[in-house]
């Protein structure tokens, strides 16, 4: 089957190198374009352009994605997995059985841009990966195959990343398949209830709101993690939080402990415990609440006060 592959971070990366890894190889590859950056603006590639160009597939990489459309139509499908533009029309329409996308969450549950931290900032239970039907209309198209997926509170949105592209790959690779056969696969339609979105996370939404409950703020860090990760403040301080646990007791909200070399700040109930931090002091280099204590102790002496 001739078919293409869009995406752009390490997940669609490890999407692409299982659907690699099973014989399969797309025809063209398009993803977002490489910019400078840095102080000696090096071009930095995508994780997905690197690998198609390890793996020598024709790669665009086109500020509109439009200019893609007649390599689009010498195509049968197009696989998405997190490209990082909307699609437009002409793009839908471009292969001749369309575009599907490698989204992860059990649609319609968390359509949007940022499915993986929106679960674990709710703290659901479960989640997984839908294989569907691009449509105009966001991530409400019809579905190809979904996989569930447990959660158990302990996964970071860098580790349950890791997860779900491992199971969009395989589910990817049962679809690309299908097409293949004779006898294409039929979508079915999303549910019409339970539809919640997950928009796009800025880095105000990783401040931690120290009147909300210890669980709530737990989240946030998990949540977090690979991104701009949870934070807070006072004064000219900042403290990023890279890793913290739930404690009980009472605490008054946004108060830092300090008992057995250990730092908790309280929440609306129960208290934080901070386990691994970045302070904007120093090397900026991620401590433990120890080291942090043992290096800065006069910038976090027991009683100050957060925002």
Request: proline fraction near 6%; aromatic fraction near 6%; hydrophobic fraction near 40%.
């Given at each position: 089957?001739?078919?293409?592959f869009?995406g752009?971070?390490?997940?669609?990366?490890?999407?692409l190198?299982?659907?690699?890894?099973?014989g399969?190889?797309?025809?063209?590859?398009?993803?977002?374009?490489?910019?400078?950056?840095?102080?000696?603006?090096?071009?930095?590639?995508?994780?997905?352009?690197?690998?198609?160009?390890?793996?020598?597939?024709?790669?665009?990489?086109?500020?509109?994605?439009?200019?893609?459309?007649?390599?689009?139509?010498?195509?049968?499908?197009?696989a998405?997995?997190?490209?990082?533009?909307?699609?437009?029309?002409?793009?839908?329409?471009?292969?001749?059985?369309?575009?599907?996308n490698?989204?992860?969450?059990?649609?319609?549950?968390?359509?949007?841009?940022s499915?993986?931290?929106?679960?674990?900032?709710?703290?659901?239970?479960?989640?997984?990966?839908?294989?569907?039907?691009?449509?105009?209309?966001?991530?409400?198209?019809?579905?190809?195959?979904?996989?569930?997926?447990?959660?158990?509170?302990?996964?970071?949105?860098?580790?349950?990343?890791?997860?779900?592209?491992?199971?969009?790959?395989?589910?990817?690779?049962?679809?690309?398949?299908?097409?293949?056969?004779?006898?294409k696969?039929v979508?079915?339609p999303?549910?019409?209830?339970?539809?919640?979105?997950?928009?796009?996370?800025s880095?105000?939404?990783?401040?931690?709101?120290?009147?909300?409950?210890?669980?709530?703020?737990?989240?946030?860090?998990?949540?977090?993690?690979?991104?701009?990760?949870?934070?807070?403040?006072?004064?000219?301080l900042?403290?990023?939080?890279?890793?913290?646990?739930v404690?009980?007791?009472?605490?008054?909200?946004?108060?830092?402990?300090?008992?057995?070399?250990?730092i908790?700040?309280?929440?609306?109930?129960?208290?934080?415990?901070?386990?691994?931090?970045?302070?904007?002091r120093?090397?900026?280099?991620?401590?433990?609440?120890?080291?942090?204590?043992?290096?800065?102790?006069?910038?976090?002496?027991?009683?100050?006060?957060?925002d």
């Amino acid at each position: 089957m001739q078919f293409g592959f869009a995406g752009s971070p390490k997940f669609a990366a490890d999407i692409l190198q299982i659907v690699l890894d099973a014989g399969l190889r797309p025809q063209l590859v398009i993803t977002q374009t490489s910019k400078p950056t840095g102080r000696g603006q090096k071009i930095q590639y995508t994780p997905v352009y690197a690998l198609a160009q390890q793996e020598k597939i024709p790669i665009a990489a086109p500020n509109n994605i439009e200019e893609c459309v007649k390599s689009l139509e010498e195509l049968e499908l197009l696989a998405i997995a997190a490209y990082g533009q909307i699609l437009p029309r002409s793009v839908l329409n471009a292969p001749l059985y369309g575009c599907i996308n490698v989204h992860a969450s059990l649609l319609p549950r968390w359509r949007g841009a940022s499915p993986i931290e929106h679960a674990i900032l709710h703290g659901d239970k479960t989640t997984g990966v839908s294989i569907m039907q691009i449509e105009s209309k966001l991530d409400a198209g019809p579905i190809y195959l979904q996989q569930r997926h447990p959660l158990d509170g302990t996964e970071t949105s860098t580790s349950l990343s890791n997860q779900l592209a491992r199971i969009g790959g395989s589910a990817l690779l049962t679809v690309l398949k299908g097409f293949s056969a004779k006898d294409k696969p039929v979508p079915r339609p999303q549910a019409r209830t339970g539809v919640t979105y997950a928009p796009r996370l800025s880095t105000d939404d990783a401040r931690i709101d120290w009147g909300q409950t210890a669980i709530v703020n737990e989240r946030k860090v998990r949540a977090f993690v690979g991104r701009n990760a949870a934070f807070t403040s006072r004064q000219e301080l900042r403290i990023r939080i890279l890793d913290a646990s739930v404690r009980k007791g009472d605490f008054f909200p946004g108060r830092l402990y300090r008992a057995d070399r250990t730092i908790t700040i309280g929440c609306e109930q129960d208290g934080l415990l901070l386990r691994t931090v970045q302070l904007n002091r120093g090397k900026g280099t991620p401590l433990s609440a120890e080291s942090a204590l043992n290096g800065f102790g006069q910038l976090l002496e027991d009683g100050i006060q957060f925002d």
